[in-house]
């Protein structure tokens, strides 16, 4: 039993010292972990109502998924909605001046 603890200990000692990716200079500390950025968003022509009434524009992804942005009642947060493969195929033959990395969505 003392044995799985001491185990458990220094793994858990492990991945908390290799979470700590940074470098030094002077008084400052950078950060040597990359993120992954979510792409870039473009807001459409199109606007999306809601069946209470209320619209939204319409954004598409860098991938070419049409989504709303919508607020949590609960937390205040904006959050994406997205609106599904049919609506997003039908707003990306409406317009003209877009780019799908690869073909993603052609050919149905």
């Known amino acids: 039993m003392r044995k799985l603890l001491v ?18 200079e002077g008084n400052t500390f950078i950060s040597t972990k990359t993120t992954k950025s979510k792409g870039e968003t473009k807001k459409t022509k199109y606007t999306w109502q809601e069946p209470d009434g209320k619209k939204y524009p319409v954004y598409m992804s860098s991938g070419g998924s049409c989504f709303i942005l919508r607020t949590s009642k609960k937390t205040g947060k904006e959050y ?21 990395p690869n073909n993603k ?3 149905k």
């Open 7 to 24: 185990v458990a200990g220094l793994l858990i000692c492990s991945l908390t010292i290799n979470a700590q990716d940074y470098r030094r």
């Open 80 to 100: 994406r909605k997205y609106l599904g493969k049919e609506v997003s195929a039908e707003m990306r033959e409406g317009m003209t001046n877009i780019s799908i």
């Open 105 to 107: 969505y052609r050919g």
